[in-house]
């Protein structure tokens, strides 16, 4: 069911960006709000959330920046490869420090390190152009030079395979050896020990698999803005994405698209209508959701599928 | 022959409290150990210093002819010594046999990240296993669904998937009705018995010792009190007044 959904949800997507062109970038944006979210769902399947995964986004973004900057003409894809190498060798170096920590202590660690780099970001202006951030010239797609419409209908769609591939590939990651035994972490760690398992190596491994998706969203941001600024490494950021992974749900890959889907919606929606209180209306909606569905979006979707009798 | 599992000269003090004073001990294959003793005599505090949760102040655990004293439990675990739990700890968000799947894949070391975990298995192990403890007809229930006695046989289970040639036990019996503990022991022992695991466990109930040890050890602040035959053992005056109650 929530495959199909996904199927759904994802071909909605893409008519909806042919039908109304100005859509394409908000559209792109919830998508790669998704992609951050589901890495830090992927962490929070491991009950560890973390309060400072923009810093990924940031690093993802930045290198981007530079790389573009550095190699005019560079192809997008590549520079995407790049953000997402950049953020995972990040994820690697802090994980092997974070990982050693849980609960709060394994939150407030991510955010201390999210907002140092935030910091530096605005501090070293001749490096990062500091508030202002750094522009990105529009680089070729596939060595196509494209004009602005056809450049975001192309990163529309790239984005929704790449979408689909993450909800296909974590999905079977969190129902892998490596994923469930993630998962056992939550409820059991020393247990995990006792059956000859390392949990920080496991949790190091999710970290980086986190650290690659939100550096890909961040890499994403980065060329459909075409502008680069701290602001995407931010602490609220990083609220926003446990927001999305809290609202759409950790027991499918699925639930951060939702989430994220439903929380743009939301933005947009608020933002036009009820200018002033939109974050007021984003709090409401959470406090539902928590109220009404603990497990998000996708824990309601699969309990009122295992309701009437079918698998969730 | 070389003991299974020795120590030397052990020591562990928690400020005042002596948990292991000066512990020489040591585990042939093929016995079944109880050990007794009243509690905070420092039994659990032993295994856990056998297994690697604890580090001694002094001396020396070896295991199969491997110094284990500075490895990490999971290091050991991997020479082959398993161990449950006085409170079972069982994966609580899992179901009966992926808890047993998570085991398996402990034992293996290789954790795949595409390859669903039931196909990273052996199935057919996997239900010997429930057939071995009787968990069979609850495979595909929650864990959180067992009663208390189950969840200790699914503790031992998930120690006995590493193919352990050691299995600690800590009071298996402990929380369980007094009518359904002679059964669980009598599945835990024809477990053992069939996989030829040498066996330890902690146990206060005197009949099960009588009838399921080989050999009995009895803790008094954090020592050796007795070491021997049950019959032995459970004769002795210090025994029958400091740990068995009677006058």
């Known amino acids: 069911m929530i495959r199909g959904l996904a199927w759904l949800g994802f071909l909605i997507c893409f008519v909806l960006g042919l039908l109304f062109p100005w859509s394409k970038t908000p559209l792109i944006m919830a998508i790669c709000y998704g992609m951050a979210s589901l890495g830090v769902a992927i962490m929070m399947r491991a009950g560890q959330v973390s309060f400072g995964h923009a810093l990924y986004a940031a690093i993802g973004a930045y290198c981007v920046a530079f790389t573009a900057r550095s190699f005019p003409g560079l192809d997008g894809i590549i520079l995407l490869v790049i953000g997402v190498i950049g953020s995972m060798l990040a994820g690697g170096v802090v994980g092997l420090f974070v990982v050693r920590y849980r609960g709060i202590f394994f939150g407030m660690l991510n955010l201390a390190l999210s907002m140092v780099v935030f910091s530096m970001l605005g501090k070293l202006y001749n490096l990062t152009g500091g508030t202002d951030g750094l522009r990105i010239n529009r680089p070729t797609f596939f060595n196509q030079t494209l004009e602005r419409d056809a450049f975001e209908t192309s990163l529309l769609l790239l984005s929704l395979l790449f979408a689909a591939l993450l909800v296909w590939g974590v999905q079977r990651y969190f129902k892998s050896a490596a994923g469930e035994a993630l998962a056992a972490i939550k409820s059991n760690e020393t247990r995990l020990e006792y059956l000859g398992l390392s949990a920080r190596r496991i949790l190091w491994n999710a970290y980086l698999l986190s650290a690659a998706l939100v550096g890909l969203s961040g890499a994403m941001f980065g060329l459909v803005q075409g502008l680069v600024t701290p602001d995407i490494g931010a602490w609220f950021r990083s609220g926003e994405y446990v927001f999305i992974s809290i609202l759409g749900g950790s027991g499918h890959a699925f639930g951060a698209f939702l989430g994220a889907g439903v929380f743009e919606a939301v933005k947009l929606f608020a933002a036009a209508y009820m200018t002033g209180v939109w974050q007021l209306i984003l709090g409401v909606t959470l406090i539902i959701v928590i109220l009404v569905a603990p497990d998000g979006i996708v824990g309601l979707l699969q309990k009122r599928r295992s309701s009437v009798g079918g698998q969730p | ?247």
Not at chain 2, 177 to 194: G, I, P, R, Y
Not at chain 2, 222 to 227: P, Q, R, S, Y
């Open chain 2, 1 to 247: 022959m070389t003991p299974l599992l020795e120590t030397k000269g052990l020591q562990l003090s928690f400020g005042g409290v002596v948990a292991a004073d000066n512990i020489d001990f040591a585990l042939q294959r093929g016995e079944r150990l109880a050990v007794i003793g009243q509690n905070g005599a420092g039994k659990t505090t032993f295994i856990n210093i056998c297994t690697g949760f604890l580090k001694p102040t002094a001396g020396r655990v070896f295991f199969d002819g491997h110094d284990v004293t500075d490895k990490l439990p999971r290091q050991i675990v991997r020479l082959g010594l398993g161990r449950s739990f006085q409170l079972p700890q069982l994966f609580l968000d899992h179901s009966v046999r992926q808890c047993l799947e998570i085991a398996a894949v402990g034992r293996s070391g290789q954790l795949p990240f595409f390859k669903s975990l039931s196909d990273a298995v052996d199935q057919h192990e996997i239900n010997d296993t429930l057939h071995l403890v009787g968990l069979s007809a609850r495979a595909d229930e929650p864990t959180l669904a067992l009663p208390e006695g189950q969840r200790k046989l699914l503790d031992i289970a998930m120690a006995l998937m590493l193919q352990p040639k050691l299995l600690i036990m800590d009071e298996p019996t402990s929380g369980v009705a007094s009518e359904d503990k002679m059964a669980l022991m009598d599945t835990v022992m024809q477990a053992l018995k069939e996989r030829e695991v040498t066996s330890w466990f902690v146990e206060h109930d005197i009949d099960i010792v009588n009838r399921y040890a080989t050999r009995v050890a009895a803790w008094i602040a954090g020592k050796v009190a007795a070491d021997g035959s049950p019959a032995e053992v459970l004769a002795l005056p210090q025994i029958q007044r400091e740990i068995l109650g009677h006058p």
